[in-house]
C-alpha cells in the first residue's frame, strides 16, 4: 500500500460515498486508475465493506463507549463475544493499559447498565467501564 492508496482510504473514510470520479479529481488519477486501486484494496481486505452511518432522529438512544481489560489471553474470545451482543457496533482492540473499546448504541441508560454488567461479569473480562457519549462531531 503506497501513499496514493492511504489517500484513497483516507477520503473514502471521511465519506464512503464520494465517486470513483471525485476521488480520482482530488488525487490526480483517472477514474480507471483510482477503480483498479480500489478493487485492490477489497480484494487484500484492506477495505472489508462499506456501512451506512445512521444518525438518530428521534435522538432518543444512548451511545456509549466501554472501556475494557480482558481477562485472559488470546484476546480474540473475548473481542468476538463482545461484537456479538446486542447493542454493541464496534469493537477495538487495543495496545496499553486497556484491551478493548466497545462502541455501543442502546435505548436508554438501563440498558446500557445491563449491556456493561454483562460484559464486566464474565470470566473473559477483567473489568470494564463506561462512559455517555454526548455528542458526535464528524
Not at 473514510?13 to 480520482?24: D, H, K, L, M, W
Not at 436508554?108 to 455528542?135: F, K, Q
Request: net charge neutral; with cysteine; hydrophobic share 45%.
Amino acid at each position: 500500500m503506497d501513499q496514493t492508496d492511504k489517500r484513497i482510504l483516507a477520503i473514502l473514510e471521511r465519506n464512503a460515498r464520494t465517486s470513483v470520479a471525485e476521488i480520482g479529481r482530488q488525487i490526480g488519477l483517472s477514474r480507471t486508475a483510482v477503480q483498479d486501486r480500489i478493487s485492490k484494496l477489497e480484494t487484500n481486505g484492506v477495505i472489508s465493506g462499506y456501512h451506512a452511518q445512521i444518525v438518530n432522529a428521534q435522538n432518543d438512544l444512548t451511545r456509549a463507549v466501554l472501556f475494557v481489560k480482558i481477562a485472559a489471553r488470546p484476546c480474540d474470545p473475548a473481542l468476538n463475544w463482545m461484537l456479538s451482543l446486542e447493542g454493541v457496533q464496534e469493537v477495538l482492540s487495543l495496545s496499553g493499559d486497556l484491551d478493548a473499546l466497545v462502541r455501543c448504541t442502546v435505548a436508554n441508560v438501563a440498558a446500557l447498565t445491563a449491556l456493561n454488567d454483562r460484559i464486566g461479569a464474565s470470566d473473559l473480562i477483567a473489568s470494564s467501564h463506561s462512559n455517555v457519549v454526548l455528542r458526535v462531531i464528524q
